[in-house]
């Protein structure tokens, strides 16, 4: 499989590869070495309204004014916006709810790789 123009064979090591806003759609990472915090950061696109939610209660929560949030989900720019993101999905206002995260990251990795035929 090719990702960002690289090869990637079934145990690579990606463990320091920057996976930024890399598509990792159907991606077979099984015995990969990798962070998954690093591949949580490639381009996840549009996503399930669950893990929609989740995303945006993580950007929320890694934001020093989460409560912008709840301004914005009246009108405006994404607060998530004036900083690094974490994730690289396409937020929905309409879907957002106030409140901490309730995945683990490998949790929330898990099920995005199933959302999205990553083998892992």
């Known amino acids: 499989m090719k990702i960002n123009g690289y090869e990637i064979k079934p145990g690579a090591n990606l463990y320091e590869a920057n996976l930024s806003e890399a598509n990792l759609s159907r991606a077979n990472l ?29 950007d929320a929560h890694a934001t020093p004014t989460p ?12 607060p998530a916006q004036e900083h690094l993101r974490i994730f690289q999905f396409e937020e929905n206002r309409e879907l957002f709810r106030q409140g901490k995260p309730t995945m683990t990251l490998w949790e929330l990795w898990a099920a995005v790789a199933k959302e999205l035929e990553i083998s892992i």
């Not at 915090?37 to 929609?52: K, P, R």
């Not at 912008?68 to 989900?73: G, L, Q, R, S």
């Open 30 to 58: 099984t015995g990969a070495r990798y962070s998954v915090f690093s591949a949580l950061q490639s381009s996840l696109g549009e996503l399930s309204d669950d893990l929609t939610t989740e995303l945006m209660k993580w």
């Open 67 to 78: 409560s912008k949030f709840m301004e914005w989900k009246k009108g405006g720019e994404c």
